[in-house]
């Protein structure tokens, strides 16, 4: 049987073809294959967020699915975002912020980060939305429970609110 | 993770077709429980049969009244789907309590009822486990047990089913759509769905080879007030030491499923019409048959205690 797939990504814009093991998750497809080392592998189960990436336009963990299931999807990662001397507003409000430390988890806080804003405009609601049937709301305590899904071991939970909420328009 | 080929399935028939013909393929959809058990070798496919293609992903109402959701819908659009919120709010708040965004963006509806136990002997290859090697033991028992059932246990396995929207689905009387590699299509009631661990208790579900999930169907809205709560280690992103789901009418009756405490969503009618009573009788009947460990009995008395604050919350 055969055990390797090809299949073509769009990365940050770029069309991609990849000629991988099956077994590939995306997030090694990233780092290994096209060397965009900007999205991290912390767990590698689903649980640290460190490898957050938007697929057709929604946050996911990278390592949880596998490169050949995405053909044809577009992905964004921390790269994609923004650059030095260009960075998207997060990531300069995080800069801004002091949102980090070690800065490990920090491409996956960003890129969730960015979603969670997109998340509430979409009327998505969290488990701490009070009426189901009332526009979702960018409160400090929505974002705590949407980012629950990025750890963060040296404990800039704060400012990474902080660096949300200014990009969001909350004043607190 | 072992090696394994791959497709992408052109069909429904395609893919049970070639399910049903290899017992050692398996189906992927959002595959953040599949691939985490992959990467441990807990599952060891060697044939992935990617149904992601088969446009199963709409929301649809029934000509009964109620609502026809495809098995392909993520978890994120099931919660925020208009009509689930308006009219079936406890799935939508089941669904949002479980996990984290990321996973509720992949997740799908079928997959979330097909997840298999998070037990920590379950998930360590080194340890004996009936439900992931049968026969070999189980090391929860007399184990760590904190988290584990309470009841409908056996002396071969007692872990628990960790879903959370699975306890809505319970309490809302789902009913799932599948379709069998002959095209024979069946609808399974949620109550028959998962198994109790019995002495087999590597099967989880009723599910034959190469039968798959095409859909799960809500019969029409009951109205009443819809909650779920759930308690848990942390705030979020956790699963549940205990979880109930609720569906409270301003007469008082109502309808309860508690998760964190079996092997399948539980749910017990016949105590439901102890609720005029409180939730002291209700949550005993509820748990009558309860053999919890030492290190979980608590979870009984936090079943009653969680049921009476989510009856005054009911009654507002």
Redesign the interface.
């Known amino acids: 049987m055969n055990h390797t797939s090809r299949v073509t990504l769009t990365v940050n814009g770029e069309s991609r073809d990849l000629d991988i093991d099956n077994r590939t998750t995306l997030l090694d497809a990233l780092r290994e294959h096209l060397h965009l080392t900007g999205t991290k592998k912390g767990c590698d189960h689903g649980q640290c967020g460190a490898c957050t990436v938007m697929v057709d336009g929604r946050r996911i963990n990278a390592c949880l699915t596998l490169a050949v299931m995405h053909e044809g999807s577009e992905i964004t990662t921390i790269e994609g975002l923004g650059q030095p001397g260009n960075l998207h507003p997060m990531q300069a409000a995080f800069v801004k912020h002091d949102g980090f430390q070690c800065g490990y988890c920090t491409p996956g806080q960003i890129c969730s980060s960015v979603a969670v804003l997109e998340e509430i405009r979409a009327n998505i609601p969290s488990h701490v939305t009070k009426d189901l049937n009332a526009p979702a709301q960018l409160t400090a305590v929505e974002v705590r429970e949407r980012m629950s899904g990025n750890l963060c071991r040296c404990g800039a939970y704060s400012n990474i609110v902080d660096a949300i909420a200014d990009v969001g328009g909350l004043t607190a | 993770?072992r090696?394994?080929?791959?497709e992408?399935a052109s069909s429904i028939e395609a893919a049970v077709t070639v399910a049903a013909s290899n017992p050692d393929a398996k189906f992927?959809a959002g595959?953040?429980n599949l691939?985490?058990l992959m990467?441990l070798e807990i599952e060891a496919p060697?044939?992935?049969i990617?149904v992601?293609g088969l446009g199963l992903d709409r929301i649809e109402p029934t000509s009964e009244g109620g609502l026809r959701i495809g098995s392909l819908v993520r978890n994120?659009d099931l919660?925020?789907d208009e009509t689930v919120?308006?009219d079936y709010?406890l799935l939508?708040?089941a669904l949002?309590?479980g996990?984290?965004?990321?996973?509720r963006?992949?997740a799908t509806t079928a997959g979330n009822l097909l997840q298999r136990t998070r037990c920590p002997y379950f998930y360590d290859p080194n340890q004996p486990c009936n439900k992931r090697q049968p026969g070999s033991g189980c090391s929860a028992i007399g184990g760590y047990t904190r988290q584990h059932a309470v009841v409908g246990t056996s002396d071969d396995c007692i872990a628990t089913h960790p879903s959370d929207m699975a306890i809505a689905m319970r309490a809302l009387d789902a009913t799932i759509e599948t379709v069998a590699a002959d095209g024979r299509h069946r609808s399974i009631a949620i109550a028959e769905f998962h198994r109790l661990p019995g002495d087999t208790p590597h099967i989880d579900t009723v599910l034959q080879q190469g039968e798959f999930i095409t859909a799960i169907v809500l019969p029409p809205p009951i109205g009443g007030k819809h909650i779920y709560r759930k308690v848990r280690d942390r705030?979020?992103?956790a699963f549940a030491l205990i979880s109930i789901g609720a569906v409270i009418q301003p007469d008082g009756t109502g309808r309860i499923a508690v998760g964190g405490v079996a092997h399948k969503p539980w749910r017990v009618e016949g105590a439901e019409a102890l609720l005029s009573n409180g939730a002291r009788e209700t949550a005993r009947g509820i748990l009558a048959d309860a053999r919890p460990t030492e290190q979980n009995r608590f979870k009984i008395d936090l079943v009653e205690r969680t049921l009476g604050a989510v009856l005054a919350e009911a009654r507002g």
């Open positions: 993770m090696a394994f080929s791959y992408r992927i595959g953040t691939l985490d990467k060697t044939h992935l990617d992601n994120t919660a925020a919120r308006r709010g939508s708040r949002v309590a996990a984290s965004g990321q996973l963006n992949k705030a979020s992103y």
